[in-house]
């Protein structure tokens, strides 16, 4: 078959076509709708599927997620023991209000056990809160041997209590003794009632 005898064909007459003709339409209107399908309706459910696998993989990582907490549940509850009890023993070193007079004291045999001259030894009237605990900085000014002042700062750093020595300077004197400026921060615990109260403090001013 050539093309004129395809040009011959009538269209209304498909059923008296030749096999290979029927089957062209046939393949033609296939087609045809395949891609009418895929445009209508098939795409959209191609798109939902993605989207139902995307979800699906989701899921899964979730619940594998979930399920490694849970089997790990034990050891996470352990961990929050063992940090519990670690913040409970740094609290421990930080002393109470009451207890802060003595802590002053510990400084102030620290510095006159190592022969070192008090020339300054100034508590800060005014504490920095925090959440819960208040940092209360000490201004020293301290004359004496190098070597005192490295065995002064050794004391401070084994007391029972936290103090940080900062801002040091040393200056020679005339007599070979060294001046010694710093400032000695000491910690406290804040009681009940100065926690409540630096809580509602935000609130208060966030009011005004």
């Known amino acids: 078959m050539n093309l004129n005898d395809l040009r011959r064909l009538d269209p209304r007459e498909i059923g008296s076509w030749p096999v290979f003709p029927k089957l062209g339409v046939l393949l033609v209107l296939l087609i045809v709708v395949v891609l009418a399908g ?3 309706d098939w795409s959209s459910q191609i798109n939902d599927l993605a989207a139902a ?6 899921l899964r990582e979730a619940f594998t997620q979930k399920k490694s907490q849970a089997i790990n549940l034990d050891a996470y509850r352990k961990q929050l023991e063992d940090v519990e009890q670690t913040f409970g ?31 300054l030894f100034a508590p800060a009237l005014n504490e920095t809160v925090s959440e819960f ?15 005192d002042f490295g065995a002064f700062a050794s004391d401070v750093s084994q007391l029972s209590r936290i103090v940080t020595l900062t801002d040091l300077q040393l ?4 007599d070979g003794l060294l001046m010694f400026d710093a400032t000695a921060k000491t910690y406290r615990y804040l009681d009940d009632s100065e926690q409540q109260a630096q809580k509602k403090r935000p609130v208060k001013e966030a009011k005004k």
């Open 89 to 119: 023993a740094m609290l421990r070193q930080l002393p109470n209000k009451s207890e802060m007079e003595a802590l002053l004291n510990d400084i102030n045999q620290a510095v006159l056990s190592r022969g070192l001259k008090i020339v």
């Open 53 to 58: 696998r995307k979800k699906e993989i989701e």
């Open 171 to 174: 200056q020679a004197e005339k």
């Open 133 to 147: 605990y208040a940092e209360k900085p000490i201004t020293l000014k301290l004359r004496g041997a190098y070597h």
């Open 38 to 40: 895929y445009s209508i």
